[in-house]
Nanobody, 122 residues
Framework: QVQLVESGGGLVQAGGSLRLTCAASGRTFSSYDMGWFRQDPGTEREFVAAISWSGGTTYYADSEKCRFTISRDNAKNTVYLQMNSLKPEDTAVYYC???????????????WGRGTQVTVSS
């Protein structure tokens, strides 16, 4: 099993940056592909970015491709999401998740964190 804990969310002005961190427990972390999703109340969970177990493959949602960067440090059991040029529409709860196969679909992910709130003011 993998347990995931997100941190790094907060309130930021439009145009600002945040770096989200997902800390994982479990000795098999490096064998999992990891993803970031976000969700606003009343909306479906939305794909943001994903990274393969080796870090060699990354996927991004089209709207985040030039602003967000996903990375991981397997030695630290950690995944990061660097978010730049934030917009009010980026406001959501951000979740990290682990999967055995990298995917843009939330249905492919087995383990989930509890999320961290990101609020971008205009």
């Amino acid at each position: 099993q993998v347990q995931l804990v997100e941190s790094g969310g907060g309130l930021v002005q439009a145009g600002g940056s945040l770096r989200l961190t997902c800390a994982a427990s479990g000795r098999t972390f490096s064998s999992y592909d990891m993803g970031w999703f976000r969700q606003d109340p009343g909306t479906e969970r939305e794909f943001v970015a994903a990274i393969s177990w080796s870090g060699g493959t990354t996927y991004y949602a089209d709207s985040e491709k030039c602003r967000f960067t996903i990375s991981r440090d397997n030695a630290k059991n950690t995944v990061y999401l660097q978010m730049n040029s934030l917009k009010p529409e980026d406001t959501a709860v951000y979740y990290c998740a682990a999967a055995t196969l990298i995917s843009k679909s939330y249905a492919s992910y087995t383990y989930w964190g509890r999320g961290t709130q990101v609020t971008v003011s205009s």
